[in-house]
């Protein structure tokens, strides 16, 4: 059995940075900071971020440098070549749910993000009855 699974809390260092895939596909990058503590010294590690469809466009639209946010994915490696033919390594984490931790004042018209998470976004069919919730009877 393999498990790859990564719960993160930190702040986001810059704006996130939109790009598109060959295919056309939404990516967005950022940068994570994780407080780290030890002894009397509070360092930080720095984690790349790599949101795709939903999450890339959830966290292009709400998600700006210095927010507080959970982060959970997975961990993938990817190997490529520098200019001088060197072989490097990074790390990346592949969000699958980003949500942000701490209210900020929205922009009219805006839908609050707490309101919202990438993992758990609404859709046109989310399968809820209509009506206007004046009914007595419990549901179950």
Same mark, same amino acid.
């Given at each position: 059995m393999n498990y790859n699974r990564v719960i993160l809390v930190g702040r986001i260092t810059q704006d996130p940075e939109m790009k598109a895939t060959t295919g056309g596909a939404e990516v967005v990058n950022f %940068?994570? &900071?994780?407080?780290? !503590? %030890? +002894? /009397?010294?509070?360092? &930080? /590690?720095?984690?790349r971020i790599v949101c795709f469809g939903k999450n890339a466009e959830f966290v292009k639209? !709400?998600? +700006? +440098?210095?927010?507080?946010?959970?982060?959970?994915?997975?961990?993938?490696?990817?190997s490529?070549? /520098?200019? /001088?033919?060197n072989k490097r390594i990074t790390t990346e984490i592949i969000a699958n749910r980003v949500q942000p931790l701490e209210k900020r004042t929205e922009e009219p018209g805006e839908v609050p993000p707490e309101d919202l998470q990438s993992g758990n976004l609404p859709s046109e069919d989310d399968g809820l009855a209509s009506g206007n919730g004046d009914s007595d009877e419990v549901p179950f």
């Amino acid at each position: 059995m393999n498990y790859n699974r990564v719960i993160l809390v930190g702040r986001i260092t810059q704006d996130p940075e939109m790009k598109a895939t060959t295919g056309g596909a939404e990516v967005v990058n950022f %940068s994570l &900071a994780v407080n780290r !503590y %030890s +002894k /009397d010294q509070q360092q &930080a /590690d720095f984690f790349r971020i790599v949101c795709f469809g939903k999450n890339a466009e959830f966290v292009k639209s !709400y998600v +700006k +440098k210095g927010r507080l946010l959970l982060v959970e994915g997975s961990l993938r490696n990817n190997s490529w070549q /520098d200019r /001088d033919g060197n072989k490097r390594i990074t790390t990346e984490i592949i969000a699958n749910r980003v949500q942000p931790l701490e209210k900020r004042t929205e922009e009219p018209g805006e839908v609050p993000p707490e309101d919202l998470q990438s993992g758990n976004l609404p859709s046109e069919d989310d399968g809820l009855a209509s009506g206007n919730g004046d009914s007595d009877e419990v549901p179950f």
